[in-house]
Each structure stands twice: as C-alpha cells, then as structure tokens.
C-alpha cells in the first residue's frame, strides 16, 4: 500500500481512486504534516510515502508549471546567524530529511528536475529573504510540509519520496504571481509518472 500525502485536497482532486494507493490531507505546515503523516503510517503498514503538492522556485528554474523530485528537504533549527546548536552530549540536530534517492534517480530519467528543497512556516515574500534561502542553504525550492513529511516516514521506517509541482516564484511578488492551476498541473505530471514506475 502506498500513501500520498498533501496538505490541501486541491493539490490532489485530480487522482482517481487507485488500487493500492490510500490518500492523507494534512493541512497546512510542518507540524500538522508531521502529526497526520505519523498518525497514518502506524495505523498500518506502508511501503511507501509520497509528499505531493505545490512548491515555490527560487529562480527562473524550474518553471512554474513544472514537476519536480525533490532530494532532500530542509529546515532552519539552529542560531539565527546560521550556527548549529550545540546540544548536551553532543546530541544531533537532525534539519535534513531525503527522499528514496532510487526513486529520485529513476524520476530523473525520465527527464524530470531534481531539487533541493527548503521547507518554511511561513511563505517567503521579500527578495531578501529569498535570496538568502538560495544562497546560504542551497535551496531551490520552498515548501510548508516537505522535510515535515519525509521526516516522519524516515522515524517510522518507511520509504518516502516528496514531488511538487511549482506555482510561483519566491520573493516579492503580486498575488496574482501564484499559480495553484499550473502548479497542481506540475504535480498531476510527475506524480502520476511516479505512479506508473511502482
């Protein structure tokens, strides 16, 4: 059985029931992606999570429109000034969660792009803060759930991959820069030809 995940039943009002194939709307953010991914996957067992929804994109590529396979997912849990915490112990601060990087291999094949995500509480708005997610942390993309989601299946030792489909840029812009249509039509594509590789 595999789960797909969302935070928003519009991300996925397109998928047809599937043998197979169970579905989980979130909601908004990483905690509530935490809590209903986590609440899903020990109900019963899974050999597979898939984290799908739409993304922002820290430059001209990806295209809005445009699906993509994100490899690793991150978050900031640290200083401010970009300094690790530094626990008792030495105990880790885990802030990257990856997909099953065969499957990213295999998306990557088929001519799909393969990025680095960075996932946020809050949407990035200003050109300063977008240019330092790109340029400080290797983003390339924005999402509120991905490393959320990805993290929860990697506790409960399930495989996990995360796809998005981009609809919009990050940084300042108008709302009307946001294309829900175009981004969901990203995600329709490439979660529907990782559907067909499994």
């Known amino acids: ?11 996925l009002d397109f998928l047809a029931p599937r043998d197979g194939v169970a579905t989980v709307v979130t909601g908004v953010g990483p905690v509530e992606a935490a809590c209903a991914v986590t609440a899903a996957l020990v109900q019963r067992p ?12 820290f430059a001209d590529s990806p295209r809005i429109g445009d699906g993509v396979a994100v490899k690793d997912d991150s978050m ?12 008792p112990n030495g ?8 997909s099953d990087a065969p499957l990213v291999d295999r998306l990557g094949a088929a001519g799909f792009r393969i990025v680095r995500g960075i996932t946020v509480s809050r949407v990035t708005a200003t ?3 977008a240019r330092r997610l790109a340029t400080e942390l290797g983003a390339e993309i924005e999402t509120m759930e991905g490393f959320a989601a990805l993290r929860a299946a ?7 991959i995360e ?3 981009i609809s919009n840029r990050c940084g300042a812009r108008e709302a009307s820069g946001w294309d829900f249509k175009a981004g969901r039509d990203g995600v329709r594509g490439i979660l529907g030809a990782l559907l067909e590789l499994l």
């Not at 899974?46 to 994109?57: E, K, M, Q, S, V």
């Not at 900031?76 to 626990?87: K, R, S």
Request: a negative charge; one cysteine or more; glycine letters at 10%.
């Open 46 to 57: 899974y050999r597979l999570l898939i984290n799908a929804g739409i993304a922002g994109t």
């Open 154 to 160: 990697e506790r409960c030792g399930v495989p996990a």
């Open 91 to 98: 105990e880790p601060v885990v802030a990257t969660a990856r």
């Open 163 to 165: 796809v998005r489909g």
């Open 1 to 11: 059985m595999i789960l797909v995940a969302c935070a928003v039943t519009a991300e």
């Open 76 to 87: 900031e849990i640290g200083l401010e000034d970009g300094a690790a915490l530094a626990l």
């Open 127 to 129: 050109t300063r803060t």
